[in-house]
């Protein structure tokens, strides 16, 4: 009985993580080059010893567990043009790198300014780097970028946009559109200038998850409320005898 409360009770754990996932795609639906993640949940019976996961939800439990994993949809989202010279949307499988501080992380946010040092930087002021893992430097009225990234200020080169992949088991969120990651290597993505990638979530898609996912939770709750009652008529009538 009380068994069946501690599973009722994960499977809500489970359902309330997937209602934050959920929700954090459409409050994301609007920003540029935001790729959504999807959530999955297991159930784990353990015959004797204690689970090895170690985002269970109850690891040290001896009797089942449940865990859940995030996963990044990497589709490509839809590039709309703005005609903005350092908006830059990528087309493949890649990533731009941005110096944070002492850190890289990782973006497919193309919408870039200039300083006023003259760096290329993001929204937030961080700097984008160069091939070298320099921050690039541009001076000039009349910019052009390459598919390749190759940058040319009024005619000269300035620089190469670093273009990376990653490995995709190891892509985090740190918030909006920004990533952590592993590199794998160089990536062969295009760069279309003047352009950007919108976030590739469906928020038709993201509002039918929440209904699902508020009607399992519902149904967990339900469940542990009847083995409750259960539990306590129990108690009652093994008092009576």
Known sequence: ????????????????????????????????????????????????GKTSQP??????????????????????????????????????????????????????????????ESFLVDASGQQILNTSNKPIYITGSTIQITGDGTIFADGNEAGKLKLVKLDPASIQHIGSSMLSGTETGASDAKIHQGSLEMSNVNPIKEMVGIINASRNFEAAQTVIKNFDTLAEKTVTEIARV
């Open 1 to 48: 009985m009380y068994k069946g409360i501690y599973v009722a009770m994960t499977g809500a754990m489970l359902r309330d993580q997937e209602l934050d996932n959920v929700a954090n795609n459409l409050a994301n639906a609007n920003t540029t080059g935001y790729k959504r993640t999807s959530f999955s949940a297991r159930l784990y019976p353990l015959l004797e």
């Open 55 to 116: 985002n269970a939800i109850y690891p040290d439990s001896s009797a089942m567990t449940s865990y859940g994993q995030y996963s990044m949809d990497t589709t490509q989202g839809e590039v709309r043009e703005t005609r903005n010279p350092l908006d830059l949307a990528l087309v493949g499988d890649g990533y731009f790198a941005v110096q944070s501080k002492d850190k890289t992380y990782y973006t497919r946010n193309g919408s870039f300014s200039l300083s006023k």
